[in-house]
């Protein structure tokens, strides 16, 4: 079946520029993330959603960014005014179920890149 | 603060030969650990993963052990095959927990 996609998979925009960047999950997964890899660093966990249940915000870095799961399916991720700092690859990934032990598929990412 | 660190950023191996990826995690609560592989503008792929109840885990030609009392953890891939050359990311959960924890990862490359 169709793995994670993810859209667009680059996008450039100048400083202060507000960005949208959508993941579409494996159908009847319930768990839904979204992870960002700057240059040379790890990834870094930015947001989390588990069905009907309120979202784990806990990475997100600043009130710029912000995250929505329509229907249980789609995620958007919105990052207002962005900043050079937001430059990244931002990874989406969803699960079966929530719980580390339940592997998480990753797309391919969407390469954001703030001038 | 790097919860999980992968301290060396490369290793190069002869095909054939064994390959040893280390990782070092200073959370006590991390009870789940996870290896993921990533080839180039694709997305992270699960590999293998052990549970702090256990100090082995293998997978054919992939192995990771856990020391605890060390807070450490490392990925053998014997024999080494030149598909293998990748980022190698270590990362951890905690208590149960869904959201993973990664180290900086480490790139590999085997030698034909």
């Known amino acids: 079946g169709a793995g994670v996609s993810q859209s667009p998979s680059n996008k450039v925009t100048e400083k202060g520029k507000d960005v949208e960047l959508r993941c579409d999950p494996i159908s009847g997964h319930t768990a839904l993330y979204w992870y960002r890899q700057s240059l040379g660093q790890g990834l870094e966990f930015l947001i989390y959603?588990?069905?009907?249940?309120?979202?784990?915000k806990s990475g997100l870095p600043s009130d710029r960014f912000s995250a929505e799961r329509t229907g249980g399916s789609v995620s958007t991720l919105t990052i207002q005014r962005t900043q050079q700092e937001d430059s990244a690859v931002y990874l989406c990934a969803s699960s079966f179920q929530p719980g580390a032990s339940y592997e998480q598929y990753f797309g391919p990412g969407t390469r954001l890149t703030v001038t | 603060d790097q919860q999980v660190k992968q301290n060396s950023p490369s290793l190069s191996v002869q095909e054939g030969r064994i390959s040893i990826l280390n990782c070092d995690y200073t959370n006590s609560m991390f009870d789940y650990f996870l290896w993921y592989k990533k080839y180039p503008a694709e997305g992270p792929t699960f590999l293998i993963s052990?549970?702090?109840?256990?100090d082995k885990n293998e997978d054919g030609r992939f192995t990771v052990f856990l020391n605890k009392s060390a807070k450490h953890l490392s990925l053998h891939i014997v024999p080494s095959q030149p598909g293998d050359s990748a980022v190698y990311f270590c990362a951890a959960s905690a208590l149960g927990g869904s959201k993973l924890t990664f180290g900086k990862g480490i790139t590999l490359s085997v030698r034909p």
């Open positions: 959603f588990q069905g009907n249940s309120a979202p784990d």
């Open positions: 052990i549970s702090s109840i256990k």
